[in-house]
Nanobody, 123 residues
């Protein structure tokens, strides 16, 4: 059974930074991609960033390019999302996901999801 546990969310002022962590357990992830998605109240869950566990290729939504960075620590089976220059519109619940997606932006292509962590950016 794969388990994903997010942490690092919180309240931050606009322009500030947060780092989210996603600790993965239950299997080896060498063939997986890890993604971050977010969901604001009343809106669909949307892709934020993803990283291929093998090779480390990264992908970003246009709205976060240049501000967010996804990375991984193979030894710890942990994926991070460094979020800088946060904006009010970044406010959402952030979810970590794991799977073998052909297209990393599609939520349905991920097999496992964490419980989510709230990020609130005050303007």
């Amino acid at each position: 059974q794969v388990q994903l546990a997010e942490s690092g969310g919180g309240l931050v002022q606009a322009g500030g930074s947060l780092r989210l962590s996603c600790a993965a357990s239950g299997r080896t992830f060498s063939s997986y991609a890890m993604g971050w998605f977010r969901q604001a109240p009343g809106k669909e869950r949307k892709f934020v960033a993803a990283i291929r566990w093998s090779g480390g290729a990264t992908y970003y939504a246009d709205s976060v390019k240049g501000r967010f960075t996804i990375s991984r620590d193979n030894a710890k089976n942990t994926v991070y999302l460094q979020m800088n220059s946060l904006k009010f519109e970044d406010t959402a619940v952030y979810y970590c996901a794991a799977g073998t997606p052909t297209i990393v932006v599609i939520t349905a292509q991920y097999d496992y999801w964490g419980q989510g962590t709230q990020v609130t950016v005050s303007s």
